[in-house]
């Protein structure tokens, strides 16, 4: 069975015209296997002597050609990225070294196993199925067009829309990545309350049962964030997919879609499973800090800390003290939150255990009500770094406060 993606994805720098990366893409689920072919044309400054991306360790370049490009290396580097790519040097000739667009053709092939699950396919930016920048930052503008040789059905990132056989979709300018499922046996809902929307997918053999208590879950968080913190984000609807378990990430999320994986309805534990799909949820407000660093617990801790304040509300104090000592519990002699590198092999508890103990220290501190407000400021202005956090806490509510943060970060 293959499957056929023409794709377009720009990078967009800051004072340049979108850079593209037009993307014909072959992936057949039965082999596992990726035969891409990619054209590049990216602004590049004329000093800029060389240009680098990660690609999944698994493929093989087998032609890299361009007027200005002088060699390549494909090789392990030294990033986060390390564990599913390898970095794709371009070094370009010096000689033909102009300012403005550089084009690069390049072909690769090779399997990703990871990236299927039978009939399904699910790709998304750690798959590094396309070459991506390492900082995870850039700014991406996209066109895509899928075909399938027999008919499928997509969700994803973007809006999907369905003409004679082939799925298309485009994004704005975005870091987003162009993540998406496609699988030839999909149960679609949707669902609508309070003025929020939600379209559920499954491949589950009981997606019927499941839509339901889902949607009601998903929905009533929408709207406990929203009344909350959120009356500035437009979030209104929201695509779901609920795909089998495979060992895989539990769940994920990107800004208007949420992958979460069950293995059967019997997974369907209440309280777990709502916070880990109030924490996804969560990340369509909290998700603007750079991925690829510290500043990740701006996304982190803070969609897992409104994550156990949605816990709280929707069931009750006991259960929310039990799950926030049992964070606490692992967060001693863990390293600081400021500088942490994201390839620290402890930066996963620190960035999901000890930012949401220190929030709710923080809330503590802070009151209640205050702190809730202030997740409200934050989310109007769209805080993207630490020290921006720090000057809104001491706008809003003094120096003491914002220094006990900052030392707290600290330690």
Sequence with gaps: MLLVIP??????????????????????????????TARYEF????????????????????????????????????????????????????????????SISLRYSGTEPQAFLGSWVE????????????????????????????PHQVLGVAN?????????????????????????????????????????????????????????????????YHQSFGAEEPHSEVRLVIRPE???????????????????????????????????AGHLWWCKGDPSGYENW????????????????RFDDETFEAMLERRREVSGGLPPILGLERTHPQAGTVFYK????????FAEILGRDEFEELLGFLVADGVDCTADLLTTVSELYGDEPAQWLERRLRE
């Design 160 to 224: 999907w829309t369905e003409h004679e056989g082939a799925w298309t979709c485009e994004t704005p300018a975005t870091r987003t990545d162009l993540a998406f499922v496609a699988s030839p046996e999909l149960f679609f809902a949707d669902f609508e309350e309070s003025g929020f929307q939600a379209t559920l997918a499954t491949g589950l053999a009981d997606g019927h049962v499941l839509a339901r208590p889902i949607a009601d879950e998903l929905l009533w968080i929408l709207e406990y």
């Design 43 to 102: 602004q590049a400054a004329a000093e800029q002597s060389a240009i680098e991306f990660y690609l999944n360790k698994n493929f093989v370049i087998e032609e890299l050609t361009g007027p200005q490009v002088e060699s390549h290396r494909f090789e392990h580097g030294n990033s986060m990225l390390d564990a599913v790519g390898k970095k794709l040097t371009i070094r370009r000739h010096p000689d033909h070294r102009d300012a403005g667009p550089v």
């Design 354 to 361: 000890k930012g949401c103990v220190l929030l709710h220290d």
């Design 298 to 313: 701006l996304n982190e801790s803070f969609a897992e800390y409104v994550s156990l304040l949605a816990v709280r509300e």
């Design 246 to 280: 495979d060992g895989g990430l539990p769940a994920y999320a990107r800004p208007g879609y949420i992958v979460l994986h069950l293995a059967n309805e019997k997974d369907w534990d209440h309280v777990p499973v709502f916070q880990l799909f109030a924490h996804e």
């Design 7 to 36: 794709c377009v994805i720009a990078f967009a720098a800051p004072g340049t015209l979108p850079d593209r990366l037009e993307i014909e893409a072959h992936i057949d689920p039965d082999t596992q296997r990726f035969e891409v």
């Design 123 to 150: 790709v998304f930016a750690d798959r590094l199925w396309v070459p991506t920048h390492p900082s995870l930052a850039r700014v991406l503008e996209t066109r895509c067009r899928l075909s399938f040789p027999r």
